[in-house]
Structures are given as structure tokens and as C-alpha cells.
């Protein structure tokens, strides 16, 4: 089984929906992130959270919500997509006490906002 | 000026040669340095990390870094069409959070 996984792995949906992307990994690291990445302008960072508690906002968090249900869970929210949101979205984990800097990816969630 | 710098490629290689990818970055306190590779539609997934200065080898792959100028690089020696993809450089600051290039693509001619 994966490390990492994210569901759903495909989502097309409409303009002004919420949507939610979920995250769950068993790495038991405590360090999770949120990326998209679009052509041409590699990963950026959404949200963060090093551990339950701590959440933290990356370089593009507007119109993004998060929450860290467990260790092991951190999910992605768009309360009202929007086109330019279309995208794919990775959820990382890293480990603080190994390598922090060093992080895992899940496959990966190609959302399409109409 | 980006933080973290690649050439967007792409860069094309008969297979049986050494690819090389360059990658520049901006924060002097940087201390962990990595190399994903990145397949179309896939998630990165981590072929290297180097943290001092020097090269660091690893079967077909090797890093170098040089903290004085801010460089890090990846040779891909022999390569394979099967390298063909995407190679972002990211770069660690102390545990704080990765920033990621925008990736190289690779193209190995068979």
C-alpha cells in the first residue's frame, strides 16, 4: 500500500462549489504540506502544519482552507472554486526528527474547476 | 529573483550521455539540498539529497554542491530514455520548509 494517499485522484466540478481533498498518510511523520502545481511554475506551497496543533499558511493560501484531523490526516479545502484553481494538488509529509527538510509525495489530485 | 533558479529545458541527450542539470538559489543559510524527478502526471519522488559541500554519488547520479556560489547540479551519467522527465531541485532552509525550482525537463534520445 502507499505511504501516501489522496483522494479523490480526479475531480471536475463547478464554479462557486466547495470541494475538499483529502490526505492520509502511514509514514507516521508528523510534518504534512499542501502543494499545487501548475505548468511552467513547479510546486507551491498551500498550507503546512508540523504537527496537529500548528498550521500554518504557504506562499498562495487564498481562497484554501485546511484541517489537520489527526497525525495522519490533513485535508485541503476550496469553499467556492474558481477556474484559475484548476490544477494539480500534492499532498507531502516529512519527518521532523529525521530528515525535515526531505519530503514524500501522494499521487497526486488533478482538479478541473469548470 | 526566484528563490530557488532551473533552466526550463528542454534539455536533450543521446542516450549513452551525460545529462547535466543545473539549479541556483538565493538563501545563504540554506542547509539540505535534493533532486526529485518528476514523470508526466506523477508525483516527485526524491533521487538525491546532498547537505555539504562536494559531490555525493549514487549509481548513475551524482550531486554537486557549492554553498560559496549557490549552485547545485545533477549528472546523469549513461543515460536512458527512461530519464526522461522532470527534475526539480529544492532546497531546505533548517527544517523551516522545501522551496522547489520549477523543474528541467529531460529528453534522452534513443
Known amino acids: 500500500d502507499a505511504d501516501v494517499t489522496q483522494t479523490p485522484r480526479n475531480r471536475i466540478t463547478k464554479t462557486g462549489k466547495r470541494i475538499m481533498l483529502e490526505c492520509s498518510q502511514t509514514k507516521g511523520h508528523d510534518r504534512m504540506y499542501w502543494y499545487r502545481q501548475d505548468p511552467g511554475l513547479g510546486l507551491r506551497l498551500i498550507y503546512y502544519s508540523f504537527d496537529v496543533k500548528d498550521i500554518n499558511k504557504g506562499e498562495i493560501s487564498d481562497g484554501y482552507s485546511v484541517s489537520r484531523q489527526a497525525q495522519a490526516k490533513f485535508s485541503l479545502s476550496l469553499e467556492s472554486a474558481i477556474p484559475n484553481q484548476t490544477a494539480l494538488y500534492f499532498c507531502?509529509?516529512?519527518?521532523?526528527?529525521?530528515?525535515?527538510?526531505?519530503?514524500?509525495f501522494g499521487p497526486g489530485t488533478r482538479l478541473t474547476v469548470l | 529573483q526566484k528563490e530557488v533558479e532551473q533552466n526550463s529545458g528542454p534539455l536533450s541527450v543521446p542516450e549513452g550521455a551525460i545529462a547535466s542539470l543545473n539549479c541556483t538559489y538565493s538563501d545563504r543559510g540554506s542547509q539540505s539540498f535534493f533532486w526529485y524527478r518528476q514523470y508526466s502526471g506523477k508525483s516527485p519522488e526524491l533521487i538525491m539529497s546532498?547537505?555539504?559541500?562536494g559531490d555525493k554519488e549514487d549509481g548513475r547520479f551524482t550531486a554537486q554542491l557549492n554553498k560559496a556560489s549557490q549552485y547545485v547540479s545533477l549528472l546523469i551519467r549513461d543515460s536512458q530514455p527512461s530519464d526522461s522527465a522532470t527534475y526539480l531541485c529544492a532546497v531546505g532552509a533548517r527544517g523551516f520548509k522545501t522551496i522547489f525550482g520549477a523543474g528541467t525537463r529531460l529528453f534522452v534520445k534513443a
Open positions: 507531502a509529509t516529512s519527518d521532523s526528527s529525521g530528515s525535515p527538510d526531505t519530503q514524500y
Open positions: 546532498i547537505y555539504s559541500n
